[in-house]
């Protein structure tokens, strides 16, 4: 039977097959469940949902950390290259493999033929970033080491040029060491430095102590002025005490984030140093938490990089990308704008009138039968770019696809995040209000590729 209000490519017997069952939508515990939540954990079983039909190769999705590199060319830099990351950092994502039971597979004769184009595309003298958007879209094969490179071109981190990449980088890290020069110091060390500073030009006593006259009024650990060091690093406190507590409970599940390790300190540090950076240059917005999840897919992928002359500037790396990357979300994060036109809510509507568009019949059951209001799900999905609802793994796979669309992630979001409710549609019309909630805000496991796709045809087809 015909549905209507939706479009005739809904119709086919594609939407109409049996769906399995699964009891695999209530394993996903500990979800970031509202603005002030904190994470989700990863899931690893995949099924098809409403009878859609799962690609007979599908991506694997069970990948926590980066496997063993295939023996494929490297895209370098520089002239001087290196087979390898050190050995401590080799045995770490070794040590991962086998804790998180993941299964190592040799690369797919379809990833090493789309491995291929992205050599060919990424050794070109001038990479035509248009190509490279064409073949992103359909997913950058992991443990590869492509992924870092394209997606730093995809931000505009790296230009098209490639004899202006040495440059580029250069002057863009030593920009982020002074930021953090700057930034991170703690008073007592810009106090320090005054006292040393005097006593060279006073040549004063050995003690090397400055006397009370000394201390201007915006150097003194008491002063409420404006101005003083003292003052700004206390107000800054609260926020850094968050920006600890979040990185911290960062993909609990992964040991690139947390444990005990040296390893995963280190990289705990990175991205608190990048988030408490962030804050400082945007005082509007500062820190709003949820940034953390936004920031870590971006970290993993630069310091997984296999070139280790890449992978230890990751921290600058990703500094930069993620303000480009969070420039065209940045208002999703601005309470102040919430009710306006660029803010969230707004974004939210917007997709709502997609779903409108595109499956009436959905769309009125959900907002006006069951009164599920879209702020109660889409918020989460949107201002954490999906890496709540899917393992580690499918979220990387999605950002390929955010990143290389043209008409900017915002859009593309959308259309996901519209996919993502029609493929589960007949769940949701057999629901009522407290299972539609629940369903939306602990999604199952799907088939991303199946997924993307679905997003993809809602782009090319007319209202329904």
């Known amino acids: 039977m015909v549905k209507k209000n939706v479009p005739d490519w809904l119709n086919s017997s594609l939407w109409s097959t049996t769906a399995p069952s699964s009891s695999a939508d209530d394993d996903r515990l500990h979800r970031y469940s ?26 694997a999705s069970k990948i926590e950390e980066p496997p063993p590199r295939p023996s494929m060319p490297e895209i370098k830099i520089k002239d001087k290259d290196k087979d390898s990351r050190n050995s401590g950092s080799t045995s770490f994502n070794n040590s991962n493999n086998e804790d998180n039971g993941t299964s190592v597979t040799s690369p797919s004769a379809e990833d090493i033929s789309i491995q291929a184009q992205f050599l060919t595309e990424l050794s070109r003298k001038v990479v035509n970033i ?40 250069a002057k863009r890290r030593s920009q982020y060491k002074h930021f953090k020069e700057e930034f991170l110091i703690n008073p007592s060390e810009i106090t320090r430095r005054l006292e040393d500073c005097e006593n060279d030009e006073a040549k004063s006593e050995s003690s090397g102590m400055l006397s009370r006259s000394q201390i201007t009024h915006g150097e003194h650990p008491l002063s409420l002025g404006k101005t003083s060091v003292w003052n700004q690093f ?88 993620f303000v480009e990357l969070l420039s065209g979300f940045r208002d999703h994060f601005c309470q102040q704008l919430d009710n306006s036109v660029v803010g969230i809510r707004s974004t939210i509507t917007k997709l709502s009138q997609l779903l409108k568009e595109h499956d009436e019949e959905l769309w009125r059951h959900l907002e006006v039968t069951t009164k599920v209001n879209p702020q109660f799900y889409a918020f989460r999905w949107i201002t954490l770019l999906l890496t709540q609802e899917f393992n580690f793994a499918d979220s990387l796979h999605i950002w390929d696809t955010l990143l290389s669309d043209p008409e900017g992630p915002q859009e593309t979001l959308q259309r996901i995040c519209c996919a993502m409710l029609i493929l589960v549609r007949r769940r949701l019309l057999a629901g009522d209000f407290t299972s539609n909630l629940k369903l939306l805000q602990n999604y199952p496991p799907t088939n991303i590729s199946h997924l993307l796709y679905v997003a993809n045809k809602l782009r090319a087809q007319p209202s329904g």
């Open 234 to 321: 206390f107000q800054d406190t609260e926020i850094m005490e968050q920006i600890d507590r979040d990185v911290k409970r960062t993909h609990p599940d992964m040991h690139f984030f947390s444990g005990d390790s040296s390893f995963a300190k280190s990289n705990q540090e990175a991205l608190k140093n990048i988030l408490i950076v962030f804050a400082k240059l945007n005082p509007g917005i500062r820190y709003v938490q949820g940034m953390n999840e936004i920031l870590a897919p971006l970290f993993y992928v630069f310091r997984n990089d296999p070139d280790e002359e890449m992978a230890v500037f990751a921290e600058a790396d990703t500094f930069f990308c």
């Open 34 to 59: 509202s603005k002030h939540s904190t994470f989700a954990d990863s899931t690893t079983s995949t099924e098809s949902f409403d009878g859609l039909p799962v690609p007979v190769s599908p991506r």
């Open 130 to 169: 248009r190509e490279l958007r064409r073949i992103a879209c359909q997913g950058i094969p992991d443990g590869s080491g492509i992924r870092s490179t394209v997606w730093k071109l995809l931000l505009g981190y790296l230009p098209a040029d490639r004899s202006l990449w040495s440059s580029e980088l």
